[in-house]
């Protein structure tokens, strides 16, 4: 059965760094866009960062633009999200999450398989 487990998340101090994996199990990840996305308490679910199934296509919301940077490693069937410059606004729960058909990147509701997510709180 296919799945994704997200972890690196962690308290950092605003400023810092933290970098988060995908890891898959039970299918090639490289058959599917990737995307993640963050759940502030009382907030809903915001797509943050997605990369593309066949050309490495990358898109970044506004907020973390120039200090996220996501990647893909096949040999290790894992997506990366380097978080660089972290700021108390980016606390939330993180989620990575997959779909097929590389649309809507920013949608929930457009990916089928989710992560338990994990926690990233920013403060000092």
């Known amino acids: 059965q296919f799945h994704v487990v997200e972890s690196g998340g962690g308290l950092v101090q605003p400023g810092g760094s933290l970098r988060l994996s995908c890891a898959a199990s039970?299918?090639?990840?490289?058959?599917?866009?990737v995307g993640w996305f963050r759940q502030a308490p009382g907030k809903e679910r915001e797509g943050v960062s997605y990369i593309s199934k066949d050309d490495g296509n990358t898109q970044y919301a506004d907020a973390v633009k120039g200090r996220f940077t996501i990647s893909r490693d096949n040999a290790s069937n894992t997506v990366f999200l380097q978080m660089n410059s972290l700021k108390p606004e980016d606390t939330a729960v993180y989620y990575c999450?997959?779909?097929?058909?590389?649309?809507?990147?920013?949608?929930?509701?457009?990916?089928?398989?989710w992560g338990q997510g994990t926690q990233v709180t920013v403060s000092s």
């Open positions: 039970g299918l090639p990840l490289d058959a599917y866009a």
């Open positions: 999450a997959t779909q097929i058909w590389g649309i809507a990147w920013y949608n929930p509701r457009a990916y089928d398989h």
